[in-house]
């Protein structure tokens, strides 16, 4: 089933679990423009946010928790 791919910016939360990351993958193959916000670590930084930018992910590094971080990663997303 192929899904409609918007123009629209989605978050992804969750994007580097086991769920998310097959979520994510299957989101770009069918062409969303997507965003995630990840906590990251030091060698999660070092490996994985050059990857998902070079696919044209938009990285945001934060705490999940945070009402300033969550205001900022869902801003422009529609």
Do not use: H, P
Request: hydrophobic residues 40%.
């Amino acid at each position: 089933m192929a899904l409609v791919a918007t123009s629209k910016l989605i978050l992804v939360l969750g994007a580097c679990g086991f769920l998310g990351d097959f979520v994510l993958k299957r989101m770009l193959i069918e062409g969303y423009q997507t965003r995630i916000l990840t906590r990251g670590t030091d060698d999660w930084q070092n490996s994985m946010i050059r990857s998902y930018r070079s696919k044209g992910i938009d990285v945001k590094i934060g705490d999940i928790f945070s009402d300033t971080t969550l205001e900022e990663a869902l801003s422009g997303v529609g």
